[in-house]
C-alpha cells in the first residue's frame, strides 16, 4: 500500500507540478523542501512495512479533514466536514490531498491548512467590511433623505411666512401715501420736505403680525369676547348723570370781565372753556365767550361759534354765570398790555388752587375791570375745590356744548354709515348729534335686524404727537433728523431742554410706556382683544405719521378700517377742509358714539374726553380699552420669542384691569372720569 502512494506521488510530473504551483508560490516553496526529504521518509516507512514488531495504534482526535497520525496526533481517516463533499473535487485536482499520504508531505499540508484559513478569515473579514459599507451608505442615504424633507419643510415654511409678509410691508411710498414730489403734507395742513430718497419704512413685529394674521383668520368665525363690548362690572350702570342739578343763585358778574383766548386744539381749548366758566363764577365776573388762540401745529382759524353753538353755550350756563359776546365798548379801546391786564400761562402755575386767583386775579380784575387770560391751558387744580364749582365744570363740557348743526349733520351720517342701520340709534345720539338722530329715522321702514356694531380707534400717531414722545419708531437716521426739524420749529422749549439736559434715552422711555402705541402695535392689541377682522374700525385722527404705509399692517389684518374722510364724499367733507379742529369734531362724533373705543395714548386730550363722555351718558354700556402702555411695552419686548397664545392672555389681563369701574381719584380730570359726587350721582348699596 505504500508503494501504491509513492506510485501515485511519482505519477505527477514536474511541469505539472510547477504549473499547479503558479498560483501558490508557497506551495511550491514547500514542494522543493518535501522532496529533499522524501527518500529518506521512504526508506524509513518501507522498513516499518516490513517489520513483524507489533504497535499499538492509540485514537487521536480526528483533524478537519478526516485524516490520522499517531506519531503527530492528528488524523487522516475521511470523514464528514463542511468541505469534503462540496469541494472534494477541486482538492483532487488542485491540491495533492487525493494522493495517498506520506510523511513527506505532511508538513506542507498542515502549512496549506493555516494558509488557507487564514485566507478564509481575510475574505470573511473584507466580506464584513463590505456589508458594513453598504449598511453605511444606506444609513447615509436614509438620514440624507430625512434631512432633505426636513429642509423641504423649512423652506416651504419661510415661503409662506415672506408671502404672508409681503402683505404688510410696504415696499415703497405712493403719491396716494400722502407724499407728493418728495414732499409730506402735515397734519395741519402745511407742507414740510422730505429726504429725496427716503427709505421704506421698516416694518416692526414682522413675526408677530403674522401670528395675529393666523389667528384672525381661524377665529374668522368665532364669535368675539363678550366683555369687549361690555363694562366689566355691574356697579357701573349704578352712575347716573347729574350734573345738571343746580344749588345756588346766579352770578350778576359785577366785579369786571373776563377774556380768554385759548391754546392748543379743540380738546385743549374745550377744557380750557370749561375751567374759565368755574373761574369767572369763582371771582364773580362776566365771561366773555371764549376766542381761539391761532398755533403754528393746527393751523386752524375756526373759532368758538364755528365749532360750539353759542347761544346754546350763553343760555345753558345763565343760571350760573353771565355770558356777552363781545366787551363793553367803553373798555374795547383800553391797552390791557399798558395796564397790566394781560395773564399768560407763565403767570400761572399749573393747576393752581382757587386761593391764587383769589389772592392775585382778583385784584387786577377789580382794579382794571378786565383781565384777559392768554392761553390758560391746565391752570385749574381739580382738587381742592368747592363742590358746586366742580360740578359747574361738569355741567359745561357735558351740557353747555353742543355742536354747531353742519357738525352734528356730518357726524350723523358718520355713525349711521358705520352701523349700517340708519334706523339704529345709539344711547349717546342724542347728545352728539342733537334732533338730527331723529330725524334721520323718519320716513324709514327698514325691517328689524340686529344693528352691526363698530368699534372706534384713536391712533394718535400724528407727527406732533410722535416728534414731542421723543422716542424711537423704526425709521432710522433719516427719522430721527425729520422729527428733530419739526422740533425746533414747534417744541423750541423742548430742543433746547434736550441740549442742556440729560433726557431718558428712547429705550427707557419705551420700557416705562411713555411712548405712543403705533399703528402695528395697536393692530396687534386688537387682534389679542378678539376684534374679528370683519368688523368695522373707525380710525380717528389727523394724518398718521408715514402715511399710508405706515398704516399698511393695521389695515391688512382689519380690511374695514374706515376713516371719517372714507365715510362721507368730496362734497360732504369738503366744508372741513384746513379746518383741523372741525374734523376733530367729527372724529369726536364717531368715537363717542361707538359700540366700543379703544385709545392707543391715555395723555391724548381726544381720548380723554371721549372716554368721559362715554362713561357720564353711556350708563355702563360703552366700554373703553384703555390700555396700560407701560404693561404693553414689556410684552411688545418679547415679540421675537413670545407665543400667540401667551400674548393673547397677556394683553387682555392687561386691559382687563384697565376697565375695572371706579371713583375718580383725588387730582384727577372730571372731564376723563366724570364718576364723582360731584358730577354724577349712585345709590348706595351697602
Known amino acids: 500500500m505504500a508503494s501504491d502512494l509513492i506510485i501515485e506521488a511519482g505519477d505527477r510530473t514536474n511541469e505539472e507540478e510547477e504549473e499547479e504551483d503558479a498560483g501558490f508560490p508557497e506551495i511550491a516553496e514547500i514542494r522543493v523542501s518535501g522532496r529533499s526529504e522524501s527518500s529518506a521518509w521512504s526508506s524509513s516507512f518501507n522498513a516499518r512495512s516490513h517489520s513483524t514488531t507489533p504497535r499499538s495504534r492509540k485514537s487521536s482526535p480526528r483533524s478537519p479533514f478526516g485524516f490520522r497520525d499517531s506519531a503527530f496526533g492528528v488524523s487522516y481517516e475521511s470523514s464528514p466536514s463542511r468541505f469534503s463533499n462540496a469541494h472534494r473535487s477541486y482538492y483532487s485536482s488542485r491540491s495533492p490531498f487525493h494522493l495517498g499520504f506520506s510523511f513527506d508531505s505532511l508538513w506542507w499540508k498542515s502549512k496549506f491548512i493555516g494558509f488557507w484559513s487564514e485566507q478564509r478569515q481575510q475574505s470573511q473579514f473584507q466580506l464584513q467590511q463590505r456589508v458594513k459599507r453598504k449598511a453605511g451608505r444606506v444609513w447615509y442615504r436614509k438620514r440624507s433623505t430625512g434631512l432633505l424633507v426636513i429642509l423641504g419643510l423649512l423652506c416651504f415654511f419661510f415661503l409662506m411666512n415672506w408671502w404672508m409678509l409681503l402683505h404688510l410691508q410696504d415696499n415703497g411710498l405712493t403719491p396716494s401715501d400722502g407724499f407728493v414730489n418728495g414732499k409730506s403734507l402735515s397734519i395741519h395742513g402745511g407742507w414740510s420736505k422730505l429726504p429725496k430718497k427716503r427709505r421704506p419704512q421698516k416694518l416692526l413685529y414682522a413675526r408677530m403680525l403674522a401670528l395675529a394674521a393666523h389667528a384672525l383668520a ?20 349704578a352712575w347716573t348723570p347729574c350734573a345738571d342739578q343746580r344749588n345756588w343763585e346766579p352770578c350778576d358778574g359785577n366785579n369786571g370781565y373776563i377774556i380768554v383766548t385759548a391754546n392748543g386744539g379743540i380738546n385743549q381749548q374745550r377744557v380750557a372753556v370749561c375751567n374759565i366758566v368755574a373761574i369767572a363764577r369763582l371771582l ?9 388762540l391761532y398755533s403754528s401745529v393746527w393751523r ?9 353753538q353759542e347761544e346754546h353755550f350763553i343760555n345753558y350756563l345763565k343760571p350760573d354765570i353771565r355770558i356777552v359776546k363781545e366787551l363793553p365798548v367803553e373798555l374795547q379801546s383800553l391797552d390791557l398790555a399798558a395796564i397790566g391786564s394781560i395773564v399768560t400761562d407763565v403767570d400761572i402755575m399749573k393747576e393752581a388752587k382757587p386761593s391764587f386767583f383769589l389772592k392775585h386775579i382778583l385784584p387786577i380784575l377789580l382794579q382794571n375791570r378786565v383781565v384777559h387770560f392768554l392761553g390758560f391751558g391746565n391752570r385749574l387744580a381739580f382738587d381742592p375745590l368747592p363742590f358746586q364749582l366742580q360740578r359747574l365744570r361738569c355741567r359745561c363740557n357735558f351740557h353747555a356744548l353742543e355742536f354747531v348743526p353742519k357738525i352734528q349733520e356730518a357726524g350723523a351720517l358718520i355713525i349711521q354709515r358705520l352701523r349700517q342701520h340708519k334706523s339704529h340709534r345709539g344711547p349717546l345720539d342724542h347728545n352728539l348729534v342733537g334732533l338730527l338722530a331723529e330725524q334721520k329715522t323718519l320716513g324709514r321702514r327698514e325691517p328689524p335686524s340686529k344693528p352691526s356694531r363698530y368699534l372706534a380707534l384713536h391712533l394718535r400717531f400724528e407727527i406732533d404727537m410722535v416728534s414731542h414722545s421723543l422716542c424711537d419708531f423704526g425709521g432710522g437716521e433719516e427719522e430721527r ?9 414747534h417744541f423750541p422749549a423742548l430742543t433746547l431742554l434736550k441740549k442742556t439736559t440729560k433726557l431718558p434715552s428712547a429705550a427707557e422711555l419705551r420700557t416705562e410706556g411713555k411712548c405712543p402705541l403705533t399703528p402695528e402695535e395697536a393692530a396687534l392689541m386688537l387682534a389679542a382683544l378678539g376684534v374679528n377682522r370683519k368688523r368695522h374700525i373707525f380710525l380717528a385722527g389727523a394724518q398718521i405719521y408715514g402715511g399710508k404705509s405706515r398704516l399698511r399692517a393695521l389695515t391688512n389684518l382689519y380690511p374695514n378700517l374706515v376713516t371719517k374722510e372714507s365715510l362721507l364724499s368730496p362734497s360732504e367733507i369738503e366744508p372741513f377742509m384746513n379746518f383741523s379742529s372741525q374734523l376733530a369734531a367729527l ?18 386730550q381726544l381720548s380723554s374726553l371721549v372716554s368721559g363722555y362715554r362713561m357720564y351718558y353711556g350708563g355702563g354700556r360703552m366700554p373703553t380699552i384703555r390700555p396700560n402702555k407701560r404693561r404693553l411695552s414689556s410684552i411688545f419686548l418679547k415679540n421675537s420669542t413670545i407665543e400667540w397664545k401667551e400674548f393673547e392672555d397677556r394683553v387682555r389681563k392687561a386691559v382687563k384691569e384697565s376697565k375695572q369701574v371706579q371713583e375718580r381719584p383725588i387730582a384727577r380730570s372730571i372731564y376723563r372720569h366724570p364718576r364723582c359726587r360731584e ?3 349712585t345709590t348706595d348699596t351697602e
Open 300 to 308: 386752524d382759524v375756526s373759532q368758538f361759534s364755528d365749532i360750539y
Open 218 to 237: 381661524e377665529g374668522e368665525e368665532k364669535s368675539e369676547p363678550k366683555d369687549l363690548w361690555v363694562e366689566p362690572l355691574i356697579p357701573a350702570s
Open 587 to 604: 372724529d369726536f362724533i364717531g368715537c363717542a358714539a361707538a359700540d366700543a373705543f379703544a385709545m392707543t395714548d391715555s395723555g391724548s
Open 679 to 681: 358730577c354724577m350721582c
Open 284 to 292: 364773580n365776573a362776566t365771561l366773555v365767550v371764549p376766542k381761539f
Open 481 to 489: 433728523e425729520e422729527l428733530e426739524a419739526y422740533r425746533a420749529i
